[in-house]
Each structure stands twice: as structure tokens, then as C-alpha cells.
Nanobody
Framework: VQLQASGGGLVQPGGGLSLSCIAS????????MGWFRQAPGKERELVAA????????SYADSVKGRVSISRDNAKSTVYLQIRNLKPDDTAVYYC???????????????????WGQGTLVTVSS
């Protein structure tokens, strides 16, 4: 499975951004999809994840209320919308795919099987 993330860039504090990740090479509905981020000097952390069918989601406490994850299975694409961006949101954002036979949401990075190349989000005035 290949994952191609896009949509990063420079955003002012308080602004919003929408990231996209297109998957290819596999059956998209076989995978729980997640967005992770890694800031300089910090460990990679979960931002949000969504189940295969899109009915279950999980969000990190640090972004809850400001972030929405969604997926379009017909387009093999997962989205991440971030609102009210803060400087602490500055990081490389990665999409990831976890092959699963259940409808559960995977929240642990090491459980994910495939990773995209990342897209940089910089929040600065």
C-alpha cells in the first residue's frame, strides 16, 4: 500500500488546514487509517484515527474539539481537518494504514503497517 499525503503548509495561529491522504495498491476498506505527527525533538504521536467503515474515530486529547478525521472509501482517501491551529501543532503530519479484520480503531503507532511520506505543517505568524 502506498500513501500520499498532501495539504501541509504555513498557517497563521488561529487558522485552519485540511490534509488529504490518498491510498493505492490495496483494498482501502481493509485498513484502519490514522494521522500522526512528529515535532522536532519529540516522539511521533497519534492525532486521529478512523475505522475501516468510518463509523468509529479516536482523537488525541491535545487536539480534541479542533480536529476532524473522515474518509471517502470510494476515493481511497482519508482527510484531516484542523481548526484553530496553534504553534504547538507545528509538525510533520503522517498518514498511516493498519490492516485489520475488525471495525476497531488503532491508536498505537507501532501497530500501523504502512506510512506515507509526511507533510509539514508550520503554524507561525
Amino acid at each position: 500500500v502506498q500513501l500520499q499525503a498532501s495539504g501541509g503548509g504555513l498557517v497563521q495561529p488561529g487558522g485552519g488546514l485540511s490534509l488529504s491522504c490518498i491510498a493505492s495498491g490495496g483494498t482501502f476498506t481493509d485498513y484502519c487509517m490514522g494521522w500522526f505527527r512528529q515535532a522536532p525533538g519529540k516522539e511521533r504521536e497519534l492525532v486521529a484515527a478512523i475505522s475501516r467503515g468510518g463509523t468509529r474515530t479516536s482523537y488525541a486529547d491535545s487536539v480534541k474539539g479542533r480536529v476532524s478525521i473522515s474518509r471517502d472509501n470510494a476515493k481511497s482517501t482519508v482527510y484531516l481537518q484542523i481548526r484553530n491551529l496553534k504553534p504547538d501543532d507545528t509538525a510533520v503530519y503522517y498518514c498511516a494504514a493498519d490492516y485489520t479484520v475488525t471495525g476497531a480503531v488503532t491508536t498505537l503507532a507501532h501497530a500501523y503497517d504502512y506510512w506515507g511520506q509526511g507533510t509539514l505543517v508550520t503554524v507561525s505568524s
